[in-house]
Nanobody, 115 residues
Framework: QVQLVESGGGLVQAGGSLRLSCVAS????????MAWYRQAPGKQRELVAA???????DYADSVEGRFTISRGNAKNTVYLQMNSLEPEDTAVYYC?????????WGQGTQVTVSS
């Protein structure tokens, strides 16, 4: 089994910054990609940013230029640096990884941006 634990969420004013962290543990052997998703109340879960094993990144249009995804040296960690936060970024943020074709999810961390 793979466990994902997110941290770093919280309450911030519009224009502020937060850094989310996610650590994968357990049966972690060959991670293909890691990503951050978010789900706002009443909305579907959406991809925010993803990074492949080779370091290729992809971002949702709504966060391009404001958010940066990166992986730690240990390769079982992923970060999401969020700058210029907007009230529309308020959501529960979930860490995700794919290993051997199977997806794994964290419990989520709340990010609230006040106007």
């Amino acid at each position: 089994q793979v466990q994902l634990v997110e941290s770093g969420g919280g309450l911030v004013q519009a224009g502020g910054s937060l850094r989310l962290s996610c650590v994968a543990s357990g049966s972690v052997f060959s991670i293909n990609s890691m990503a951050w998703y978010r789900q706002a109340p009443g909305k579907q879960r959406e991809l925010v940013a993803a990074i492949t094993r080779g370091g290729t990144t992809d971002y949702a249009d709504s966060v391009e230029g404001r958010f940066t995804i990166s992986r730690g040296n240990a390769k079982n960690t992923v970060y999401l640096q969020m700058n210029s936060l907007e009230p529309e970024d308020t959501a529960v943020y979930y860490c995700n990884l794919y290993q051997w074709g199977s997806p794994y999810w964290g419990q989520g961390t709340q990010v609230t941006v006040s106007s």
